[in-house]
């Protein structure tokens, strides 16, 4: 069966209302949670706030999360790299950002010196490509990090919120081993998309799963409460000979306990997976 991750910071109390961001003062104490709610490995945050205390800034830091991964038995297997989500790689006139470029780049070595397989690339929001400009920056940005990436035996996962015969047609453009899709469940479920005709175009470039659930047009919820079809999804992907980790992207509690949390969001997947073994 394939492992269950979490994204990082979902095992520690919020930090200022934030859905989502990288814990400075208490990224260490996840391990120990992630091991009480029988998570396997933490999808770590590399983003822009805090990110001179973030131990993939600095060889020090990485030794420590070797010592701890090490001790704990908690992964490190890919990186959500939200830094650009405000240092853009892409800019509002479709124009690639050099800087933003190199930063990248060194991100791939650091991401190499841990055992991480994938690094997530948001391209949502404030950073989505809603441009004929934009799109064709991309392929040729990714055309261009594939073969660095793939040296460093590290895999470029986009996260778009493009329609999928849009977004298959880009990652077929940009045609290297290296660059995948990041399927995310809920945001899938929020836009509306249908997910066989959305998994149908994009399970040939599928390398990461995100779990969450979100009503339709709106925010995230409690796993099995919005609109996605976690049956098809999980179904597909399954069918599709996907073996890696699913990595929960879910919302937040409300009674503060996040490890009790994880593991009922863990058994809400693994009966999804189990479900798959049934037919």
């Known amino acids: 069966m394939n492992d269950i991750a979490i994204m990082q910071g979902r095992l520690l109390p919020p930090i200022d209302g934030r859905i989502q961001a ?28 805090n990110q001179h205390l973030n131990p993939l800034s600095s060889n020090v830091g990485i030794k420590s999360l070797h010592n701890l991964t090490n001790k704990s038995g908690v992964g490190i297997r890919s990186i959500c790299a939200d830094y650009y989500m405000e240092e853009l790689l892409i800019d509002s006139d479709g124009n690639v950002r050099s800087e933003a470029v190199n930063h990248l780049n060194w991100l791939i070595d650091q991401a190499a010196k841990l055992s991480v397989i994938y690094i997530v690339l948001p391209f949502v929001d404030l950073s989505s490509l809603n441009t004929v400009a934009h799109k064709h920056s991309l392929v ?13 035996n590290i895999e470029l996962h986009l996260e778009t919120d493009l329609h999928p015969t849009i977004f298959s047609s880009i990652l077929k453009s940009i045609n290297h081993r290296s660059i995948k899709a990041n399927f995310d469940i809920g945001n899938s479920a929020a836009l509306g998309y249908d997910p066989t005709e959305e998994l149908k175009l994009l399970t040939p470039f599928l390398g990461s799963v995100h779990v969450k659930d979100r009503i339709l047009g709106g925010n995230s919820v409690p796993l099995g409460v919005g609109n996605a079809d976690f049956p098809t999804c999980f179904k597909l992907i399954c069918r599709a000979g996907f073996k890696r980790h699913f990595v929960l ?13 994880a593991i009922q969001n863990r058994k809400f997947v693994e009966q999804q997976l189990s479900n798959q073994t049934k037919w």
């Open 22 to 49: 990288f814990p400075a003062m208490l990224w260490r104490n996840e391990f120990a949670n992630a091991k009480k709610a029988n998570i396997s490995c933490i999808e770590w945050i590399f983003e822009k706030p």
């Open 140 to 152: 040729s940005l990714m055309q261009s990090l594939g073969p660095r990436a793939a040296v460093r």
């Open 249 to 261: 992207q879910v919302a937040r509690g409300k009674d503060g306990d996040e490890i009790e949390l």
